[in-house]
């Protein structure tokens, strides 16, 4: 699946972003990117190109959440330091207005990020019912 993404703002103006990991760290640090226009602040629209038939799915990110602790370890094969970057998106698509969550997560190797191919995208609803399941079985907590 690949991710296209770009800053639009409401005036009509769009643009493209950096790396989408540093998109990603600079929404959930609340930084806002300016429309150079208007002077307000864009909005990051990611376009997800879904196999399997599913179609694709353009969305507004509306809010990140990244661990406050970041976990890392060595890498004994090659001694680099590893970081793992995860993510929490809440996104919104334009078609329906569902809200849906997307999990992307990087793996920083002393500095250079590689994008986890694994991140799951569902709607908000099926994620709530899989927390939902954990928590009765005792593994989320109040």
């Not at 997560?105 to 994008?115: L, S």
Request: negative net charge.
């Amino acid at each position: 699946m690949a991710t296209e993404k770009i800053y639009i703002c409401e005036c009509g103006y769009s643009q493209p972003t950096n790396l989408l990991v540093d998109v990603l760290n600079e929404k959930a640090m609340d930084l806002m990117h300016l429309c150079p226009h208007c002077k307000k602040n864009m909005d990051i629209e990611l376009t997800f190109k879904f196999g399997l038939g599913a179609g694709e799915n353009k969305c507004k990110v509306l809010h990140v959440f990244k661990p406050k602790d970041i976990e890392s370890w060595v890498n004994p094969e090659s001694d680099l330091t590893i970081e793992f970057h995860p993510f929490l998106v809440i996104l919104e698509e334009y078609e329906n207005k569902d809200i849906s969550i997307w999990l992307p997560y990087w793996h920083y190797e002393d500095e250079d990020p590689k994008y986890g191919q694994w991140a799951p995208f569902m709607h908000l609803e099926t994620f709530r019912s899989l927390l939902e399941q954990a928590k009765l079985a005792g593994y989320i907590f109040n």
